[in-house]
């Protein structure tokens, strides 16, 4: 982008530069000096314009290109990641399955102790 900025400056410093030469060097009288002043900046103005649309043009390109890029990476991230979670998710699930489980032996072997606890206290 820095580059396109100094072809647009060359472009006007060369016409006004042009401009400057051709009014000391002007073997005309004044109006069709004028004239040619004038015809010689719509030309310019018309070469700018057409490197000014260009660049727009280009720049625009550029950009829905790279949002569309970003877009498809976006998506794969968000994919990637949905993956992930349901892995995680899974694991998750399976490891608070294990610990029900061993939560609900763990009740069991305590109901049994407390009931072996209770008939050797009512045998004493």
């Known amino acids: 982008m820095a580059n396109t900025g100094n072809t647009l400056l060359a472009l006007v410093t060369g016409a006004a530069i042009g401009a400057g030469i051709g009014l000391l060097y002007a073997p005309d009288s004044g109006e069709k000096t004028r004239k040619k002043l004038k015809s010689e900046s719509e ?18 390109e550029k950009a829905k290109k790279a949002r569309l890029d970003f877009e498809e990476r976006l998506g794969e991230t968000l994919s990637s990641a949905s993956h992930k979670a349901d892995d995680i998710l899974s694991a998750m699930e399976s490891k608070l399955e294990e610990l029900r489980k061993q939560n609900s032996k763990l009740q069991k072997d305590a109901k049994s102790q407390e009931g072996e606890s209770k008939t050797k206290k009512a045998v004493v």
């Open 43 to 60: 030309k310019a103005q018309e070469r700018f314009n057409k490197k000014y649309n260009e660049t727009s043009s280009n720049l625009s």
